[in-house]
């Protein structure tokens, strides 16, 4: 694998942007219509880097023939802001655009794939139900999956100003951002509804939202796969489901 390190200027966001891309080296293996890609996210605190320097994505990539791109979306929470970048838009539009006329990255659903962990995941969630024609699969662990109640809890612990800087001083939070609303209306496209995988540890946080989440998805008739194991909010757990979810994604 060849890692690459760089930003670009974003017109989503108005600034330059950082990014690293995960590419196979060996042309001789280079297919035509451009490698496969998974669309990593980081969670709250991290940045691009973390997936490289906490897990072992990068052997797991390589093996399976995998890209990787792994962008930093700061404190955006995966939203467009009210007061800041639309970073939403940039992930689902500009991102995809870039990494496929630069580095010869897929452009087609098929080959398109989208994951993360603790807010990462709940991006990746977000992702794939707004755009089921621009991702086929995406993989979520230990996502947060209740929004309003995550909003609420941190607000109560002080965090109001970040929250602001997201849904504006009133802290409303629209439909768009609700993964429950999302997935109702699943229907929708469920003749191109992405694949799922969710894994959770029963120690997280997040665990309770992620047994509501599976039973509404459920209720969806949205086709899905959850794992869960005894373990908490945990690089460890994340390393070994991210390979689950990308052989599923995959087969």
Known sequence: MAIL???FYSKNLGRDTDVSIVLPHDSAAEPAWGYPVLYL????????????????IERYAAERGVALVLPDVQDSFYCDMKYGGKYL???????????????????????SFVGGAGAGGYGALKCALL??????????????????AYVDYTVREGKSKLWKGIFGEDLYIDKSHDLYTLASNANSFIH????????CGKQDSVYEQNLRFKEHLNDCH??????????????????????????????
């Open 5 to 7: 390190e760089g930003s």
């Open 41 to 56: 996210f980081h969670g709250s605190g991290d940045n691009h880097k973390a997936w490289l320097l906490r897990s072992n």
């Open 89 to 111: 838009t940039y992930l689902i539009e500009e991102l995809p655009e870039m990494a496929g006329r630069m580095f010869h990255i897929s452009y087609t659903r098929e080959r």
């Open 131 to 148: 755009s089921p024609e621009r991702f086929s699969g995406c993989i979520a662990l230990s996502p947060v999956t209740e929004i309003q």
């Open 192 to 199: 191109i509804c992405p694949k799922f995988y969710i894994a």
């Open 222 to 251: 949205i086709d899905f796969t959850f794992e869960q194991a005894n373990a908490g909010e945990e690089w460890s757990f994340w390393d070994a489901a991210v390979q689950r979810g990308l052989d599923l994604m995959l087969s």
